[in-house]
Nanobody, 125 residues
Framework: QVHLVESGGGSARPGGSLTLTCKVV????????LGWFRQFPGKEREGVAG????????YYAESVKGRFVISRADGANSFILQMRSLKPDDSALYYC??????????????????WGAGTQVTVSS
């Protein structure tokens, strides 16, 4: 069974930084797509960043380009989202999601099959 567990959410001041971690367990392959998504109250989930775990650069939403970085952590199936220059508009519930066959659009949440429970990020002064 596939499990994804997010951690690292919390509160930050505008301009501050947070790092989210996603631990993936149970996928048969080491090569898959991993994405970070966020959801605002009453809104659909939106893509933030995505990466192919077999290598390559990350893909980012325009709203976070230059501020967020997705990468693989030291563990084989751990991935991080480094968030800096945070804005109040970044406040949301953040999810990591995974899919065995990468979609054409890495930031399309309905292409992903597995996800965690989410971790809350709040940016306020």
């Amino acid at each position: 069974q596939v499990h994804l567990v997010e951690s690292g959410g919390g509160s930050a001041r505008p301009g501050g930084s947070l790092t989210l971690t996603c631990k993936v367990v149970g996928l048969a392959s080491n090569d898959y797509c991993l994405g970070w998504f966020r959801q605002f109250p009453g809104k659909e989930r939106e893509g933030v960043a995505g990466i192919f775990t077999g290598g390559g650069s990350g893909y980012y939403a325009e709203s976070v380009k230059g501020r967020f970085v997705i990468s693989r952590a030291d563990g084989a199936n751990s991935f991080i989202l480094q968030m800096r220059s945070l804005k109040p508009d970044d406040s949301a519930l953040y999810y990591c999601m995974a899919v065995e066959e990468c979609p054409f659009n890495y930031l399309s949440y309905d292409e992903y099959r597995h996800w965690g429970a989410g971790t809350q990020v709040t940016v306020s002064s």
